[in-house]
């Protein structure tokens, strides 16, 4: 199974999110920079991120994005399943297939992604962003800000 791109950007953002050690929210803007995708596109996850409660956001000048929920509270399998938004791999009916009734495919299908969400969700946010993870996405947000700082003041109107 391959996942959406856009269960692969929920999940790096909700990673990106995971640790607590800055100052302000993060914007969308930075996250599209450091992950390097369009911010429209991103607007699009981060928002059903958001309808799903793993992110919470604030509007205004000093806005942006945290998680909605603690890390430890957030299963892999439960976020991927939400946003690939599919309880079955194949539909059937939908295909008119001449072996509907009789065929025992569907079933095994259903039941390996059963079991393919199931062992996801042995996994954590908090789990999956310990180590050199942590440590890469803190580089990352790191770096942003640096490049941010380098740049000249913008002139107040």
């Not at 995708?37 to 958001?50: A, E, I, Y």
Request: charged share 15%; with cysteine; aromatic share 4%.
């Amino acid at each position: 199974m391959q996942l959406t791109r856009f269960s692969d950007l929920g999940l790096r953002v909700l990673m990106y999110l995971v640790h607590h050690d800055r100052a302000e929210p993060v914007t969308i803007a930075e996250i599209a920079t450091q992950l390097q995708v369009p911010t429209n596109h991103l607007t699009k996850v981060v928002n059903k991120l958001g309808h799903l409660g793993w992110v919470s956001t604030l509007r205004g000048r000093h806005g942006g994005l945290r998680l909605g929920r603690p890390a430890a509270e957030i299963r892999v399998g439960d976020v991927v399943q939400q946003m690939e938004g599919h309880e079955q791999l194949i539909d059937c009916a939908g295909l008119g297939c001449v072996l509907t009734g009789g065929c025992l495919l569907r079933g095994a299908l259903n039941a390996a992604l059963r079991a393919f969400y199931a062992e996801l969700n042995r996994h954590t946010l908090a789990d999956v962003c310990t180590q050199q993870t942590g440590e890469a996405i803190i580089q990352l947000h790191r770096q942003f800000l640096a490049q941010r700082s380098a740049l000249p003041a913008q002139p107040s109107h």
